[in-house]
């Protein structure tokens, strides 16, 4: 998506800030005490995944057609309700998946750029769970604690074509505050709507991105975005960087050292950045790559156990007592992975015909 590495306040300011935050009542939730639990066991979460998966997906790339099939039976289950919200550009309807009836509303969406589909894939399996598992304890959590609306493909145009932008070639991700594209009217009218306390802003990015500047190929990266140019911390992002903390811990195991923060440069016109500003926790996360996993079907299952954590963690209030350091200390997510380095080599190039400056009688060669 976007951007590189910056500083962060002092973690002394930061653990102040987070102690007076993390206990502050979030609207909407019902007051109960944080569950001592942080989050839900990794294994708990990719048995699901597995479990679960839908297998009528199988590679990243598929149409909204295809998708809306393979999640219908999911969908006519009762369990959970779908909704048409708005239209694309090419008139192909974008429609929400609403689960539970809780009083903490959380907001999900993916597939905003029409190439970055992993995240659309564990929504699948995560519906199929939510649909089929009637007996799981999470599930109960879940639909007893939390209202979820997803919408697993905000961009159906850019996913017929598998390309970032909308059907015009606009990045709907610049477009949170001109809302010129039907798309981003159609996300800022449904989070108007609901207002929800948590948000999920779910993206890939390249495979050629580190863990620090000579760190493993990230896998995972997290931001809990800022909400202004002085990246500072309320009460609102604190909340989303505890989440983040919950993800990062949770799925640190499985994929150690590929787990990177996003940079948090201020983008007054990103979706993520203004959530936070309107007063939704939101949490950014960028499915990035895993070796000998060309179809991110890897990524998918982490996917899957890394949002039942974070849900899980909001509903029973955990979240509060997660380490923020979880989060500040992953390695910044930064270019500059090669897919091979030659050393000590000599590039020869055909002799060209001698190039005159023009006016000065000069003769070069190229």
Not at 237 to 259: D, F
Not at 320 to 349: C, F, K, M
Request: proline share 6%; net charge neutral.
């Amino acid at each position: 998506m976007k951007r590189i590495q910056s500083l962060r306040a002092p973690a002394a300011i930061v653990g102040a800030v987070l102690a007076a935050c993390a206990t502050s009542a979030v609207p909407g939730t019902n007051g109960s005490a944080p569950s001592a639990a942080v989050s839900l066991p990794v294994a708990h979460g990719l048995r699901i995944a597995e479990q679960y998966r839908v297998a009528a997906i199988t590679s990243r790339r598929f149409t909204h057609e295809a998708y809306w099939q393979a999640i219908q039976p999911s969908i006519s289950s009762g369990a959970l309700q779908a909704e048409e919200i708005g239209r694309s550009l090419q008139g192909r309807p974008i429609r929400s998946v609403t689960f539970g009836a809780g009083p903490t509303t959380v907001l999900l969406w993916s597939q905003m750029h029409g190439d970055e589909a992993t995240a659309t894939m564990a929504l699948a399996d995560i519906f199929r769970f939510l649909a089929e598992a009637t007996n799981d304890p999470l599930r109960e959590r879940l639909r007893e604690r939390l209202t979820v609306v997803f919408v697993p493909m905000l961009n159906p145009d850019g996913a017929e074509l598998f390309q970032r932008e909308n059907a015009a070639g606009v990045d709907i991700n610049r477009d949170a505050r001109q809302l010129a594209t039907p798309e981003a009217r159609t996300l800022k009218s449904l989070r108007d709507r609901i207002r929800p306390d948590f948000g999920f802003n779910l993206h890939d990015q390249g495979a050629r991105v580190l863990a620090g500047p000579r760190g493993r190929q990230v896998a995972i990266a997290l931001l809990a975005p800022p909400f202004s140019n002085e990246r500072e911390y309320n009460e609102v992002r604190s909340r989303a960087r505890l989440v983040a903390a919950v993800i990062a811990r949770t799925l640190g195991g499985e994929i150690p050292g590929r787990i990177a923060r996003y940079d948090d440069t201020f983008n007054p016109r990103a979706f993520g950045d203004l959530m936070q500003q309107w007063g939704t926790s939101t949490v950014l996360i960028e499915s990035g790559a895993l070796p000998d996993d060309p179809e991110k079907q890897r990524l998918r299952t982490l996917n899957v156990a890394g949002l039942l954590a974070a849900l899980d963690a909001i509903a029973t209030g955990g979240y509060a007592n997660a380490d923020p350091d979880a989060y500040e200390s992953l390695p910044g997510n930064r270019g500059g992975a090669s897919d091979v380095l030659i050393h000590g080599g000599q590039l020869v190039l055909p002799r060209m015909a001698p190039l005159v400056t023009a006016g000065s009688g000069e003769i070069r060669h190229g």
